[in-house]
């Protein structure tokens, strides 16, 4: 069974910093694409970043140059770190995990962690 956890989350001043990181229970982590996704009150959830199991990594376009993701495969757990926050970024950031050829189909999500940016 995979599980996710994130944590990191919090209130911030714009500006500000956070690192969020996600732990992912599983066998062959270091084959998953794991990424962020993040949803804000009455939007839909959009990509803020992915990255694949060769460490490529993809970006929405609003974060680009300001958040960085990265993984540390020893330790099952992707990163994101988010530099220069706007108050644009206040959302609930999912974290989310596939590995098709050793998990199988299904998509997994973590259950979200709460990012405030104050003005």
């Known amino acids: 069974q995979v599980q996710l956890v994130e944590s990191g989350g919090g209130l911030v001043q714009a500006g500000g910093s956070l690192r969020l990181s996600c732990v992912v229970s599983g066998s062959a982590f270091s084959s998953a694409t794991a990424g962020w996704y993040r949803q804000a009150p009455g939007k839909q959830r959009e990509l803020v970043a992915i990255?694949?199991?060769?460490?490529?990594?993809v970006y929405g376009d609003s974060v680009k140059g300001r958040f960085t993701i990265s993984r540390d495969n020893a330790k099952n757990t992707v990163y994101l770190q988010m530099n220069s926050l706007k108050p644009d970024d206040t959302a609930v950031y999912y974290c989310k995990a596939v590995s098709p050829r050793i998990w199988g189909p299904k998509e997994y999500w973590g259950q979200g962690t709460q990012v405030t940016v104050s003005s």
């Open positions: 990255i694949g199991s060769g460490g490529i990594s």
